[in-house]
């Protein structure tokens, strides 16, 4: 596609249920990053994968969270029983490869735990 | 652990004036420094980026001037149009995902 496409781009959950997050990279960028917006608090790193190597986990703040990428194509980010501080912008980028850094960014899922 | 430190929170300038936005960076490693762009509702786009081998980079209106002894990085608007109002983020690589400061928020006003 001509962008990042991320779905939903609002999600209103109740505390302890799991959500799912969708990220469509850019056809042909084979890394793709996931991160987290907090008001004021900037983007946090969360999870990277590139093409068919081990993704970088480092970023994940519990177990409560994972992700999966299918090949070099779509992303989910599933939060399990979720919390009320994880509300926040989840922003999906991908980039060409490794060292390449000019990330484009898709417009972000706002989730909310009520 | 803040690896990269970005001030001002917010700015208020006036039209036609110069926006100055300033990062710092402990991780002497780091060998890529951009600056995003994000309007309200839309991710971060990419502005313009340098890397330490100069000193300055200038774009349009937008220039970076680094300075790798004091660990330090600047974004600088000029002419500022009611239009450059966002909010800016630097970054920080070293062949790694990018680390983010926490933002500006600039406001431009006629």
């Known amino acids: 596609g001509a962008g990042v496409s991320q779905s939903p781009s609002n999600k209103v959950t109740e505390k302890g249920k799991d959500v799912e997050l969708r990220c469509d990279p850019i056809s042909g960028h084979t890394a793709l990053y996931w991160y987290r917006q907090r008001l004021g608090q900037g983007l946090e790193f969360l999870i990277y994968?590139?093409?068919?190597?081990?993704?970088?986990k480092s970023g994940l703040p519990s177990d409560r969270f994972s992700a999966e990428r299918t090949g070099e194509s779509v992303s989910t980010l599933t939060i399990q029983r979720t919390q009320q501080e994880d509300s926040a912008v989840y922003l999906c980028?991908?980039?060409?490869?490794?060292?390449?850094?000019?990330?484009?960014f898709g417009s972000g899922t706002r989730l909310t735990v009520v | 652990q803040q690896q990269v430190k970005q001030s001002p929170q917010s700015l208020i300038v006036q039209k036609g004036g110069i926006s100055i936005i300033n990062c710092a960076y402990e991780n002497t490693a780091f060998d890529y420094f951009p600056w995003y762009q994000q309007f309200p509702g839309k991710g971060p786009a990419l502005l313009i980026a340098?890397?330490?081998?100069?000193s300055e980079k200038k774009e349009g209106r937008f220039t970076i001037s680094f300075n790798k002894s004091a660990k330090q990085f600047s974004l600088h608007i000029m002419d500022s149009q009611p239009g450059d109002s966002a909010t800016y983020f630097c970054?920080?690589?070293?062949?790694?995902?990018?680390?983010f400061g926490k933002g500006t928020r600039l406001s431009v006003i006629a």
């Open positions: 970054a920080a690589s070293e062949n790694t995902p990018l680390v």
């Open positions: 994968f590139q093409g068919n190597s081990a993704p970088d």
């Open positions: 980028a991908s980039s060409l490869g490794r060292g390449d850094y000019g990330y484009t």
């Open positions: 340098i890397r330490p081998d100069v």
